[in-house]
């Protein structure tokens, strides 16, 4: 059963709760899912590290019942 894309955010913002979360349904089929992630827990951390954080958010999903997911992580910019 595929995963909708609140459960996704959900997942996500328990991880990293400052978290803005934008999830994306690419091909309308449950799964294959576009996610931009703000937060400031990314700060000095580098993309792989960025992601692998997001990917533990997901507690095992990724690959499984979350077939794919393109990631853009970022930090918040400052004023």
């Known amino acids: 059963?595929?995963?909708?894309?609140?459960?996704?955010?959900?997942?996500?913002?328990?991880?990293?709760?400052?978290?803005?979360?934008?999830?994306?349904?690419?091909?309308?089929?449950?799964?294959?899912?576009?996610?931009?992630?703000?937060?400031?827990a990314f700060r000095g951390k580098s993309r792989v590290q960025q992601h692998q954080m997001v990917y533990a958010a997901l507690k095992g999903n990724m690959g499984g019942v979350l077939h794919a997911l393109a990631l853009q992580t970022s930090v918040p910019e400052t004023p």
Do not use: C, F
């Open 1 to 40: 059963m595929p995963m909708h894309p609140r459960e996704i955010e959900q997942l996500i913002k328990e991880a990293l709760p400052d978290a803005t979360v934008v999830i994306e349904d690419l091909a309308g089929d449950g799964d294959h899912y576009a996610a931009r992630i703000v937060s400031e």
